[in-house]
Nanobody, 115 residues
């Protein structure tokens, strides 16, 4: 059974930083893309950042220059360093593991940015 365990969310002040982590178990993720998505209140889930096994990263425009995705392939982990947080970053963040024909999701972790 594949499980994605997220950690590191919480509350930050405007302009502050948080670091999210996600550890995959039950499957080797080293050959698959991993990503972070988020869903704000009454909004659709959106891709925040994604990284291929070779280390190529893509970001949504709103977080470019502020967020950094990284992976530890040996430990089936993906991280999201979030700096210069904005109020609009408040959302539930989800870890994603994409394998052919299926997406695995974490349970979600709340990130709240306060003014």
């Amino acid at each position: 059974q594949v499980r994605l365990a997220e950690a590191g969310g919480g509350v930050a002040q405007l302009g502050g930083s948080l670091r999210l982590s996600c550890i995959a178990s039950g499957r080797d993720s080293s050959n698959n893309n991993m990503a972070w998505y988020r869903q704000g209140a009454e909004k659709a889930r959106e891709m925040v950042a994604t990284m291929t096994p070779s280390g190529r990263a893509d970001y949504r425009d709103a977080v470019k220059g502020r967020f950094t995705i990284s992976r530890d392939l040996a430990n089936n982990a993906v991280y999201l360093q979030m700096d210069n947080l904005k109020l609009a970053d408040t959302a539930v963040y989800y870890c994603n593991l994409a394998v052919p024909g299926w997406d695995y999701w974490g349970q979600g972790i709340q990130v709240t940015v306060l003014p």
